[in-house]
């Protein structure tokens, strides 16, 4: 396995550029594929692109806010505590190793938010703390974690069909979440996961002997501070107001409570919901209105990549939309299926989708119609091959640059530092999601 490993490593060092790079390579690769497979002109293909390029600025905007105020939770004192009692118990590289991919994988689990800034925090806590840790490979344990959010209670495709008024709602009806995530196979599939995954991310630390890459120091290991506010001294209105307990206790009491009524009177979750709660109990746990206003200009330095990139990987979904590639794609898959195998068909080219198009709700968009429109016709279970869909998305995200890029800004690792260590873990997540697909009747 450390053979494995290190070929892996040492490719990705070699030919793996940075996640911009990526974008703009996969933007080009999208528009070849486009003229050689579909027969598009190029003046064609332009003009989509560029209106498909600002189409999701709302979803960046909600991917934004999730990871910024995401990083607002994770390092609130009541979680900097807890998370510091878990760190003071681990002592030996392999265990700090399962433990922040149990972290980075519960977190994601509850928000996949969360769990991407969660995860990454924790991991560098124990490399701080544990001598002999690989730290290019407990930031990517930490971040390997993120594929069960596929499996959790913020999956994107699951939520989404879940919710009365959703776009294929027509089409497909409401889907309960106890077909999807909540369905006994996925519970299963969740539960295997989390135990194996952690196991795996152990193996794969160098034995004792082998090189070591440490964390260099606590300085470079840590996400730079934001600088502080200017909000003036002594006992004027506006700075007992900056640290006024009272008005971020009244706010915050007031948005939860608007969460509750909101699920009394039979309202679903969605993105903005969960955005909505993540603020207002960032602002509880933050205690003064200024002290939360420092922590989220901290976690704006981790979003940087994600303003920049999507837009382009906008683009590139627009490119497949309007051109028929996602058509002609899944409707090959289509062709060899029955209604037993669609769904694993639903998997693998949701993964290999995902790489252009890396959001499971706009991956949704391009892909569900088809998916739904094939089960439909060969009698194959509609849950089982959106959800199928869903797991193919989360699997990609393993070696997904897009969504590692938190996890770099929060490390300061380079791409080509963790990912061979991802591509291990992907293939191991690629057997555990096939049997779960093909298993689950």
Excluded at 47 to 56: E, H, I, N, T, V
Excluded at 202 to 207: M, N, V
Excluded at 252 to 275: K, P, Q
Excluded at 313 to 337: D, N, P, W
Aim: aromatic residues 10%; hydrophobic residues 55%; without cysteine.
């Amino acid at each position: 396995m450390q053979k494995i490993t290190a070929f892996f490593t040492e490719l990705m060092r070699r030919y793996l550029p940075d996640p911009f790079v990526f974008a703009l390579g996969l933007t080009l690769l999208t528009m070849v594929l486009a003229m050689l497979v579909q027969g598009q002109a190029v003046t064609a293909l332009v003009p989509g692109w560029g209106k498909g390029f600002w189409s999701l600025l709302a979803f960046t905007t909600q991917m934004a806010v999730i990871l910024a105020m995401g990083y607002v939770l994770a390092t609130a004192p009541l979680t900097e505590r807890l998370l510091d009692r878990v760190v003071a118990r681990v002592d030996r590289p392999r265990t700090a190793v399962i433990v922040a991919t149990l972290v980075g994988g519960i977190g994601s689990y509850l928000n996949w938010g969360f769990g991407l800034v969660i995860g990454g925090i924790v991991a560098r806590k124990l490399a701080l703390r544990v001598r002999g840790v690989h730290y290019p490979l407990i930031i990517a344990s930490a971040y390997s974690g993120f594929t069960l959010y596929g499996l959790g209670l913020s999956a994107s495709i699951p939520v989404l069909i879940s919710t009365k008024g959703h776009p294929m709602e027509a089409q497909m009806g409401v889907v309960p979440l106890s077909q999807t995530i909540f369905s006994p196979a996925m519970l299963l599939t969740s539960l295997v996961v989390l135990v194996t995954l952690p196991l795996l991310n152990a193996w794969l630390h160098p034995k004792p002997g082998q090189p070591v890459k440490e964390i260099a120091g606590e300085a470079e290991g840590q996400v730079p501070a934001a600088a502080t506010l200017d909000i003036g001294e002594g006992n004027t209105l506006a700075n007992r107001l900056n640290h006024s307990r009272v008005l971020s206790g009244v706010i915050g009491i007031i948005g939860m409570a608007y969460v509750v009524l909101h699920f009394r009177a039979g309202g679903s979750m969605d993105l903005n919901l969960i955005n909505f709660i993540i603020l207002f109990l960032g602002i509880l746990l933050l205690g003064t209105p200024i002290r939360y206003v420092e922590k989220l200009n901290e976690g704006i330095r981790t979003i940087g990549g994600i303003i920049l990139q999507y837009p382009f990987y906008a683009g590139i979904m627009a490119v497949m939309a309007s051109s028929g590639l996602v058509e002609t794609f899944s409707h090959g898959f289509v062709k060899i299926a029955t209604a037993e195998s669609l769904p694993f068909w639903g998997l693998i080219s949701s993964f290999v989708i995902n790489f252009f198009a890396p959001s499971a709700g706009g991956h949704w968009v391009i892909q569900g119609p088809f998916m739904v429109d094939a089960a439909k016709a060969i009698g194959a279970s509609v849950p089982h091959t959106s959800m199928a869909v869903m797991l193919g998305n989360a699997w990609n995200d393993l070696v997904q640059p897009f969504w590692l890029l938190p996890a770099l800004a929060l490390s300061k690792l380079k791409l080509k530092d963790i990912m061979g260590y991802t591509v291990i873990m992907m293939f191991w997540i690629g057997i555990v999601y096939t049997v779960a697909v093909l298993a689950w009747h």
